[in-house]
């Protein structure tokens, strides 16, 4: 069974500009996740979407956002970056909703923002 | 809000039990207790999860304290592999919080 993905896995990107990242979940996972990994802040969770509706969200800006297709990809998007967006951007699958279930991580997106 | 305390660092023997301990004193009752790790440049890794009761798979234990206020994790044969960043992590109101983690040193 082929294991979460995730695309592109580096990006460097200018201030001001958006970006957009990319999960493919585990065949038969409905829930993916997203958490932001910083040196400083360690692991921070962004947002969980199941069922194309997201569930729960972290304490970050607006300008930080996702969508959950229907065959349960997930993209996560960032707008007007800022230098302190550059991070590992990690996410991660479950069958059900995480709270209560295994969740598996895919390596991450490393974006550096100059 | 929910929140974890763990060491910041532990070191053990190869071959040797470890106990990776973890408080979580305003866990609410129905918030289960997931343990990961992370070894250097890769995704967290599932290691266990629990509610109330101790729970027990192929990687290891989980011992939950009857107030369910502190947990510990317990990898009962420490090897080089088992070296990485051990992570407590609760839900906390509607998102999941990782606090810091124990970093693992596996002495040979």
């Known amino acids: 069974k082929a294991g979460v993905t995730q695309t592109p896995r580096y990006l460097i990107k200018t201030r001001g500009q958006q970006v957009t990242l990319s999960c493919s979940p585990i065949?038969?996972?409905?829930?993916v996740s997203w958490y932001q990994q910083t040196p400083g802040q360690g692991l921070q969770f962004l947002f969980e979407?199941?069922?194309?509706?997201?569930?729960n969200k972290g304490n970050f800006p607006g300008r930080f956002s996702g969508r959950q297709f229907s065959n349960s990809r997930s993209e996560m998007n960032v707008s007007t970056l800022e230098l302190g967006d550059s991070a590992l951007y990690l996410c991660?699958?479950?069958?059900?909703?995480?709270?209560?279930?295994?969740?598996?991580f895919g390596p991450g997106t490393r974006l550096t923002v100059l | 809000d929910a929140k974890t305390t763990q060491p910041n660092s532990m070191e053990s023997n190869e071959e040797e039990p470890v106990h990776l301990p973890c408080n979580h004193s305003t866990i609410s009752g129905t918030d289960y207790i997931h343990w990961y790790r992370q070894l250097p440049s890769q995704g967290p890794e599932y290691v266990i999860h629990g509610l109330t009761s101790n729970v027990n798979n192929r990687m290891a234990s989980l011992a939950i304290a009857e107030d369910r206020k502190s947990s510990t994790l317990i990898l009962h044969r420490a090897t080089l592999r088992d070296a990485a960043v051990y992570y407590c992590?609760?839900?906390?109101?509607?998102?999941?919080?990782f606090g810091t983690g124990t970093s693992l040193t596996v002495i040979p």
């Open positions: 979407y199941f069922s194309e509706t997201q569930r």
């Open positions: 992590i609760l839900r906390d109101g509607n998102q999941f919080y």
């Open positions: 065949s038969g996972h409905r829930s």
């Open positions: 991660a699958s479950s069958i059900g909703l995480a709270g209560a279930r295994e969740q598996f």
